[in-house]
């Protein structure tokens, strides 16, 4: 369990330890200008790595915003309709561990657990295959 902006850079970055694909439920509510700077710093570090992402997030601007620069930052975006997908928290989820932040109380945790991530992956790839993923904006 980690608290503040400290704790969420821990969380964030724990993913560059492994060398395999991340897969994220993303959250567009990440308000603050810190928090901000934190994500972009956390991508500039995985692109240099290597390590591929994919996303799962609402409709908004924010995440429209994002998938524009998938290319670039070595991630493919989906976006489900925010009747279907909204979420105010991330989940990050990668080698046998998960993580859960949220960017307006500034907290999050880390699990590391084979059987939580691989359901979590599962769930995720139900959700990535689904036919209610918006192609077209």
């Known amino acids: ?3 503040g902006l400290e704790g969420m850079r821990y969380i964030i970055n724990d993913p560059l330890s492994f060398k395999g694909e991340v897969l994220f439920f993303e959250t567009p509510h990440i308000v603050a200008l810190d928090q901000q700077k934190l994500l972009k710093e956390y991508i500039r570090k995985r692109v240099a790595l290597g390590i591929r992402a994919r996303v799962i997030g609402e409709w ?3 995440i429209i915003s994002m998938r524009s620069r998938d290319k670039d930052e070595m991630r493919e975006t989906r976006i489900l309709p ?14 046998n561990r998960i993580y859960i932040v949220d960017f307006k ?14 359901v979590l992956k599962k769930l995720f790839e139900i959700v ?9 904006i």
């Open 1 to 3: 369990y980690y608290e």
């Open 60 to 62: 908004s601007p924010e």
């Open 82 to 95: 925010q009747d279907i997908f909204n979420s105010d928290v991330e989940i990050g989820i990668y080698g």
């Open 105 to 118: 109380d500034e907290f999050g945790f880390i699990v590391e657990d084979s059987n939580i991530s691989s």
């Open 128 to 136: 990535w295959a689904s036919g209610k993923i918006i192609e077209k």
